[in-house]
């Protein structure tokens, strides 16, 4: 299996009754990795749709840490499970533990120089100190999570960074956050009209409601009350259509 290195054959014979419970050849060991990590992923999903934080926690360290102690071929399942610990401690009130993860994954993102996992890093960074009231330092983040999104060439990725980076830019420069907002929304709407597959088309469209409620509030914080009342009434008829 090349995992075990001994010292002579005689160390190795003597070694094989409780070796060979564990002995798989490298390929066998990916492949059992490769699954584990997508289970506990799956799960810690499953948990945090639930609202179940702490269990969805426990999901994602657990992937995290099999996945640290494996090769580097699973850093990539690190990064993501560091930033997914980064959001369940987010749900769960801890704001310092959640920007401590999300910039492990974001290290980790780096070091892959992989762009799409670092804008997704970056945005949950962002995120979190935007809940810390620390909203300059977020569009900052933001503003590099878009960079990266564009980069990777992501329009998902994209168009989530906008919608948080206007909710961000509201307070302090409302006309810029009205653009991002627009943008994002417009991306929205060429997903829901490009899906084909009725789940993909189904989370187009709730996506596309959140877009639509946040530019909804951009507009009414500028006094663009009717405006704002028809945004609000396409993202409830979205939500009501989800709901269905």
Not at 107 to 125: D, I, N, S, V
Request: hydrophobic share 45%; glycine share 6%; aromatic share 6%.
């Amino acid at each position: 299996c090349k995992a075990v290195h001994y010292c002579s054959a005689a160390c190795q014979k003597a070694a094989w009754p409780a070796h060979k419970v564990v002995c798989q050849r490298p390929a066998d060991r990916h492949a059992e990795t490769k699954a584990a990590l997508a289970a506990g992923l799956a799960a810690g999903h499953q948990a945090y749709a639930a609202k179940e934080y702490r269990a969805a926690f426990g999901h994602y360290s657990g992937v995290r840490e099999r996945a640290l102690a494996a090769d580097i071929t699973f850093s990539a399942n690190a990064c993501e499970a560091a930033r997914w610990c980064g959001h369940a401690m987010d749900s769960l009130k801890d704001p310092a533990r959640a920007a401590a993860f999300m910039d492990e994954s974001l290290r980790m993102a780096q070091l892959l120089e992989h762009p799409g996992l670092e804008g997704h890093a970056r945005m949950g960074l962002g995120c979190v100190l935007r809940k810390q009231g620390r909203t300059a330092e977020a569009i900052a983040e933001l503003d590099r999570a878009l960079a990266a999104a564009e980069e990777a060439e992501d329009l998902d990725l994209r168009a989530a960074v906008l919608t948080n980076l206007g909710s961000a830019e509201m307070p302090l420069y409302p006309m810029n956050a009205v653009q991002k907002l627009t943008q994002a929304v417009e991306l929205r709407e060429k997903q829901v009209d490009q899906a084909q597959e009725p789940h993909a088309k189904l989370a187009a469209a709730f996506h596309l409601g959140s877009a639509r409620s946040n530019f909804a509030a951009s507009m009414h914080a500028q006094g663009m009350v009717q405006e704002a009342e028809g945004e609000y009434a396409a993202a409830c008829l979205l939500y009501t259509s989800d709901a269905a």
